[in-house]
């Protein structure tokens, strides 16, 4: 593995915020586990020393145990993971003018309230793909306790070619070597993955130069995902060697088997159009009207999305992600992204959207063994919903209870 960032070797004396994570055990709940299908009616889960320590139902707890908290009529189940998050954009102002003019202080600002944000809405692991490298600096400060948030896995900035897709907030680089320089940036910053600006309306980077990112950020033992919407810029990053696929768009039946062949995932984001669509909100965030026709005619026919429910009914790896900060997604925007991956069809039922925001999740994330699922020996990153996601998603915005590796992160800010 590459040399640890700097920040690293400073000695922590006492984190500033100090969480305990005490011995506790949430009862009478119903416990959705994301493994498969599997729910436990009236069941319990043991947290100890930050992971799940046992779980079941009621009638096999010890009554010493521990603390008690009674979750009678809500659902328990892991912590969700957003897997494509922007945390220095807020979804209110202007894109391009916040990431030209926000000065670090407010990136920084903007770091921290959204965690706060995510946290609230159940999010316990944001994957944050850039806009500037304040996500280097929001990752040191929860991982040093100086402000409570989620876990964070970081790109630092997203490498795109010079004059590239949102070269206003990126990292640009010209020819193969300075594709590597800008890898070992982020790395030498903290970089737990690589993320590339694939594509705009055309394809970017020369085989040499997408070569080079690729190659240097598996050297490092990273992996690289890439913002690639349309069917000739997915395959090519993708026969080149991505790991995985941002965004996805429309996919002949050949990119779709390339994807299948080297078991690439992709994390749509659906929320933009989402949430643009509903005009009441959209004019509280001066959508145009034109754009807000243009998203409206998109979530109704349908035919953009196409080749992302063929993607998923062949059996490719789809996971949640809403792109927050986009405009008018906020961090907070968890349920109307689920409720369309189930509408539009690449989910199959309620369930299975929620374990592509946990258990899936954790998976392309290479957190499987540890995360996104309720497992004996597994960290204790737990949420608690007032209501039944199974039966409404929208229970999802009543957010009872949020623990992270056991501490009790509502009102920790």
């Known amino acids: ?16 915020f100090d969480i305990p994570a005490p011995h506790r055990v949430l009862a009478s709940g119903r ?28 009638s096999d707890l010890d009554e010493d145990a521990a603390e008690v908290i009674d979750c009678g009529g809500k659902t328990i189940m892991p912590g969700l993971i957003n897997s494509h998050a922007h945390l220095a954009w807020d979804g209110v102002h202007d894109l391009a003018r916040q990431s030209l003019d926000d000065p670090p202080e407010i990136s ?8 706060l944000k995510s946290l609230r809405a159940g999010i316990t692991l944001v994957r944050d793909l850039g806009m500037n490298r304040s996500n280097f600096f929001a990752k040191q400060a929860v991982e040093q306790g100086i402000f409570p948030g989620p876990r964070l896995l970081i790109v630092g900035e997203a490498i795109i070619q010079t004059g590239g897709h949102t070269f206003w907030c990126c990292r640009e680089a010209s020819g193969p070597d300075e594709m590597r320089r800008a890898v070992r940036d982020q790395v030498k910053g903290g970089a737990d993955l690589i993320k590339i600006m694939g594509s705009h309306d055309t394809i970017e980077f020369t085989d040499e130069e997408l070569h080079a990112v ?38 002949s039946d050949e990119t779709i088997q390339v994807l299948l062949d080297k078991d690439i995932p992709i994390v749509t984001t659906f929320a933009p159009l989402v949430m643009q669509a509903q005009a009441d909100v959209a004019r509280q965030y001066d959508i145009p ?36 900060g986009s405009p008018v997604v906020g961090h907070d925007v968890v349920a109307p992204e689920l409720k369309f ?20 999740a954790a998976e392309i994330n290479k957190l499987g063994d540890s995360l996104g699922s309720l ?39």
């Open 1 to 16: 593995m590459p040399e640890a960032p700097a920040w690293r070797f400073e000695k922590i004396i006492k984190p500033m």
């Open 375 to 413: 497992e004996v020996g597994k960290a204790a990153d737990i949420i608690v919903i007032d209501g039944d996601p199974l039966a409404d998603l929208d229970a999802l915005e009543r957010i009872k209870a949020v623990y992270v590796a056991g501490k009790s992160m509502l009102g920790a800010g």
């Open 341 to 360: 991956m189930v509408e539009l069809g690449v989910k199959r039922d309620n369930y299975d959207a929620l374990r592509s925001a946990t258990i899936v």
């Open 289 to 324: 009207e034109w754009k807000i026709a243009e998203r409206q005619a998109a979530v109704a026919g349908r035919k953009r999305f196409n080749g992302l429910v063929k993607a998923a009914e062949a059996g490719v790896t789809i996971a949640f992600g809403t792109d927050a």
């Open 214 to 251: 690729i190659d240097e950020t598996h050297r490092m033992g990273l992996t690289i995902t890439a913002h690639a919407t349309f069917d000739s810029v997915i395959r090519r990053v993708a026969e080149f060697g991505v790991d995985v696929i941002e965004h996805g768009g429309d996919m």
């Open 108 to 115: 920084a600002y903007k770091c921290a309230g959204n965690m």
């Open 31 to 58: 416990l959705l586990t994301c493994r498969g299908d599997e729910v436990i009616h009236n069941g319990f889960i043991e947290i100890k020393d930050g992971k799940i320590e046992s779980l079941g139902p009621m």
